[in-house]
């Protein structure tokens, strides 16, 4: 009988779960975990109110044997651990193994190979990968110092240039009817409201929804040629092994992504919106060296 798994990718906000039975998946959704907001006794009835439930399994009787968790916050040991026991009270029988969410990205994009894998979402991230580890990790400063190419660090670029009275009549008056707001809730929400980082990136969508306008083309190039040279090109791995991509911005900009690549003469790996089909591949059925985009 072939090993009953279950794979988890979890943010803050959102998590993915795929249970595996053999060529079976059911994949489900629930609330994300992140144990700087969560303690363990709430993890714990989070997984029974949501997760169980949406499974269709009964913990003590689950049958899983694997639990692969990759999640935000996780790189911390005491975090982890909190993560660790909550699962091992839901999943009795299973071995558990609990990691954080940019070697899960490695693990989806590159699979058994070596090369440099790239967070670009709500946040940035990015490091070399081996084939076993992470190697290499450029410094993560976070929203208000780094995060550069990141859907916050774009979004508030969108912002700046509302808000410095940058855009043209045309682009003011898109963005006016898209987020009907002002300048005195933006800066409360940046300044004095929690979770601004989410906040900011919720102005990325108008980026997308302005492809061509010349403005928006330069808030794109800018501020991905920023993770790149901030990081990508810091990496001495990045000139002889693929650079992948994971995460909703390098999805959505694959092309911009593309062009900077070229334009750095670095060879573009896989870019991919979500690392959990990559995940199901490393953990269903290990993949040598994942290429190609």
Request: proline letters at 3%; charged letters at 25%.
């Amino acid at each position: 009988m072939p090993t009953v798994k279950l794979i988890a990718d979890s943010g803050s906000t959102k998590a993915e779960w795929c249970l595996l039975r053999g060529s079976r998946r059911t994949t489900v959704f629930t609330q994300g975990i992140s144990p700087y907001f969560l303690d363990g006794a709430q993890i714990e009835a989070l997984l029974r109110a949501e997760l169980l439930p949406a499974l269709g399994l009964d913990g003590r009787k689950a049958g899983v044997e694997e639990v692969h968790y990759y999640g935000t916050g996780c790189i911390s040991r005491v975090n982890n651990t909190m993560v660790t026991k909550a699962l091992r009270r839901i999943f009795l029988e299973a071995d558990v193994k609990v990691d954080n969410d940019l070697l899960g990205a490695a693990r989806a994009l590159c699979g058994d190979g070596k090369g440099v894998a790239c967070i670009l979402g709500t946040g940035s991230n990015s490091c070399y990968f081996d084939g076993r580890r992470i190697a290499k990790n450029s410094p993560g400063l976070g929203y208000v110092l780094g995060d550069e190419g990141s859907g916050a660090y774009l979004g508030r670029k969108v912002v700046q240039y509302y808000l410095y009275g940058t855009f043209d009549e045309e682009l003011r008056a898109r963005f006016d009817a898209e987020y009907a707001t002002t300048s005195s809730e933006i800066l409360d929400r940046v300044y004095k409201k929690p979770l601004a980082n989410r906040y900011l990136a919720g102005f990325a969508p108008f980026l997308a929804a302005n492809r061509g306008h010349y403005m928006v083309e330069n808030i794109l190039e800018d501020g991905l040629n920023d993770f790149f040279f901030q990081h990508i090109v810091k990496y001495r791995e990045s000139w002889t092994l693929p650079v992948h991509f994971v995460g909703g911005i390098a999805f959505g900009f694959r092309d911009v992504i593309l062009d900077l690549c070229r334009n750095y003469e670095l060879t573009p790996g896989r870019i991919i919106r979500n690392p959990m089909e990559g995940l199901v591949a490393y953990h269903g059925g290990r993949t040598k060296g994942v290429r190609g985009k």
